[in-house]
């Protein structure tokens, strides 16, 4: 049998004739020309093999080091410009406008008349929407004080009732972050509620007028509702109809420093940041805006952000955009 110094330079030899283009197979038949015994060829292929994926975890980590350090450089440089520490609140602009200035820019923005030209302020108030779709079945997110991770587990917080009898939770309480009727419930799609949606007279430019196609979302719940740090998987308006809302957001520039957990979500409570358990966070630049009725924000392609309801409230969100919104991420 061959000694292991052997073994370990053939393994390299393996190595370097894989990376110029050569077949195991090819090695393989070298090796038996020289009269190597089998086992020993098995030897030498499993070394090989710890070698290369050694190399890989190498490289790997490498490149991870790489991104990560020129990520950091990216995000320093662009919060030496004052302005991209704060969101700016504007008049709703055109498509071209929009276009060139946030959406290829990336750069969140809030537009401060977005749905006060529409009429539906006061018509979508709780107590007229209880009394036009009271009877109509809908799909909570319930028992959320239990369980932290109550938006990675939604499945399991997924309750059906009256809209009727939702509401009436809404009134018993003055705060609450225990049940909330979220995007998921796609009752714009399959209910009554997609007739809302027949009522908005004009929007952006920079929209597809809105449908029951499964890219309009509403929003509603009490005063005290909190979505945890997330990014989204495609650019996104939020408006809001009543109610205000407190929303932090976070570059992708700053990817490295939140602590990605499953798919899109952070392990990092936004409002109660443990810097001891989550010392990047140090490196990260959190931006805040209040959101008020009529207003919208505009969330680009991969912004991380947590939002907390500080009145009881009823949103609409859609990413239905005329330009191109299908992306693709790689999440964990």
């Avoid at 320093?76 to 060139?100: A, P, V």
Wanted: charged share 25%.
């Amino acid at each position: 049998m061959e000694n292991t110094e052997i073994v370990y330079k053939l393994a390299h030899w393996v190595e370097t004739n894989i990376a110029r283009g050569c077949t195991e197979k090819q090695l393989i038949d070298v090796l038996i020309l020289e009269g190597r015994p089998e086992a020993t060829i098995a030897r030498i292929f499993a070394e090989f093999k710890k070698v290369a994926s050694k190399k890989i975890a190498q490289d790997v980590i490498q490149q991870h080091k790489k991104a990560t350090s020129l990520f950091r450089l990216l995000a320093k440089l662009h919060y030496q410009n004052l302005k991209n520490l704060t969101i700016e609140k504007i008049n709703t602009l055109s498509k071209e406008d929009f276009f060139n200035n946030y959406w290829t820019e990336n750069k969140p923005v809030v537009f401060k008349n977005f749905a006060l030209g529409w009429g539906v302020l006061e018509k979508w108030s709780l107590d007229n929407l209880a009394l036009r779709y009271g009877d109509t079945l809908i799909e909570v997110q319930t028992d959320r004080e239990r369980n932290k991770f109550y938006e990675l587990d939604s499945i399991k917080h997924k309750t059906k009732m009256l809209f009727s009898e939702y509401i009436q939770l809404i009134k018993n309480v003055d705060e609450s972050n225990d049940f909330y009727m979220t995007a998921n419930n796609q009752v714009l799609r399959s209910t009554k509620f997609k007739e809302l949606l027949q009522n908005i007279p004009n929007v952006s430019d920079f929209l597809n007028p809105p449908s029951d196609n499964g890219s309009w979302y509403l929003w509603i719940g009490p005063k005290g509702t909190i979505t945890p740090l997330h990014h989204d998987e495609n650019f996104i308006v939020h408006a809001q109809i009543s109610g205000r809302k407190k929303w932090k957001l976070i570059s992708p520039l700053h990817f490295s420093d939140v602590y990605n957990n499953r798919a899109v979500f952070s392990k990092v409570d936004i409002e109660n940041i443990d810097y001891e358990a989550f010392p990047l966070m140090k490196n990260v630049n959190v931006l805040e805006v209040v959101v008020e009725p009529g207003e919208a924000i505009f969330i680009p392609l991969g912004w991380w952000h947590g939002v907390v309801a500080l009145d009881e409230g009823v949103s609409l969100s859609t990413v239905d955009f005329v330009f191109d919104n299908k992306w693709k991420f790689e999440n964990p």
